[in-house]
């Protein structure tokens, strides 16, 4: 008899870790298989195709890629910054200038998935954003920790990017009232 319930305690502690590894794992895993559809979705827009959805009940579509050489990152942004297009990956915000426009073209993810680089980012290094119309790079200037109320980073009337993600990148919490943001300055 109490071999039996020992078993059955195990087998329940077994079950109960697979599930939250599966549950840890879930949202990367779907942000990695989004990014790759998304991938497809904007080869066929840049080389003169329609800019189609990803999926078929996606609200969101790839409007930029965004490429850091140095970290080896190769990222596609999405037109919506909603918090659902959020966890397929980088968004563009609305309001802010266009991707391959002149001003602040301003992004955001999650620090978790696709902004997790963005703390290995250091002054100097080399973000490219190309779009439908061509290519620009940056070079970042300035990385700081802001609160979220503080909206002078999306304000800028500079060609730059923003890149803003939450922040402390190991909070459990999500949602913190602190963001890290990432400054780069258009390279002419």
């Excluded at 080399?126 to 779009?131: K, L, R």
Aim: proline letters at 4%.
């Amino acid at each position: 008899m109490k071999r039996a319930v020992s078993a059955a305690l195990a087998g329940l502690l077994l079950t109960l870790g697979g599930w939250q590894i599966a549950e840890a794992s879930y949202i990367h895993v779907k942000a990695f298989v989004a990014q790759e559809l998304i991938a497809s979705s904007w080869q066929q827009a840049r080389d003169g195709g329609v800019a189609r959805r990803p999926w078929p009940w996606a609200d969101m579509r790839a409007v930029a890629r965004l490429t850091v050489p140095a970290l080896h990152v190769d990222l596609f942004i999405l037109d919506n910054a909603s918090p659902r297009a959020l966890a397929f990956g980088p968004a563009h915000v609305s309001g802010t200038a266009a991707p391959g426009s002149a001003g602040n073209v301003v992004m955001v993810a999650h620090r978790d998935t696709h902004f997790a680089f963005l703390r290995s980012l250091r002054a100097d290094d080399e973000i490219g954003v190309e779009t439908s119309r061509g290519a620009a790079r940056y070079r970042v200037r300035e990385v700081s920790v802001v609160d979220k109320s503080e909206t002078r980073v999306l304000d800028a009337d500079s060609a730059q990017l923003t890149l803003i993600t939450c922040y402390p990148f190991n909070a459990i919490r999500p949602g913190t009232s602190l963001r890290y943001v990432v400054i780069a300055d258009l390279v002419t």
